[in-house]
């Protein structure tokens, strides 16, 4: 989906092996640091929409949940009618209740002391936002940032016979 608000896609993805191949480069990205990245999710829970899409929101939630974690990000997701959830949370220092809807704005970064432009969250809540959804930012039980990313729209069409 891009610009005009009409789909390009309504392909149906399975989310497990998309977020394993992001696991599988922010594993070697992160290699030094020793991040311990788990996922939870059942093999049913599928994205509706552009494959493209889908990478490029994950995997900025992602990297920046192993950029600000101590060592551990657990990802899980679930479905329902018409959306689809996916909760990265990390053990880091968090994201303060002040910062938290300044991260999604292009150019703003919640911690300055680390490198980054301020640009992958705002690019990912743009892409959310095309397809109905949003990025929340809360508190994780693991100590740090617990984004929940929500995609609408999740309904694929009927091919025709």
Same mark, same amino acid.
């Given at each position: 989906m891009r610009g005009s608000g009409v789909l390009l896609s309504r392909e149906l993805h399975p989310v497990?092996?998309?977020? #394993?191949? $992001?696991i599988s480069a $922010?594993?070697?990205? =992160?290699?030094? +640091?020793?991040?311990?990245?788990?996922? #939870?999710i059942s093999p049913e829970i599928s994205f509706v929409g552009e494959q493209n899409d889908f990478v490029e929101v994950m995997g900025n939630v992602? #990297?920046?949940? &192993? +950029? =600000? &974690?101590?060592?551990f990000v657990e990802i899980s997701a679930r479905q329902t009618d018409d959306h689809l959830h996916i909760f990265v949370e990390d053990d880091g220092p968090g994201i303060p209740h002040s910062k938290r809807s300044l991260v999604f704005d292009r150019g703003q970064r919640a911690d300055t002391l680390r490198p980054g432009q301020g640009v992958g969250l705002a690019v990912a809540r743009e892409i959310t936002e095309q397809y109905a959804g949003q990025i929340i930012a809360s508190d994780s039980l693991l100590g740090g940032a617990r984004m929940e990313v929500v995609f609408g729209r999740q309904h694929p069409t009927q091919k025709e016979e």
């Open positions: 497990a092996p998309l977020l #394993d191949n $992001l $922010l594993n070697k990205v =992160y290699q030094r +640091k020793g991040v311990n990245i788990s996922m #939870d992602l #990297d920046n949940a &192993c +950029k =600000y &974690c101590l060592e």
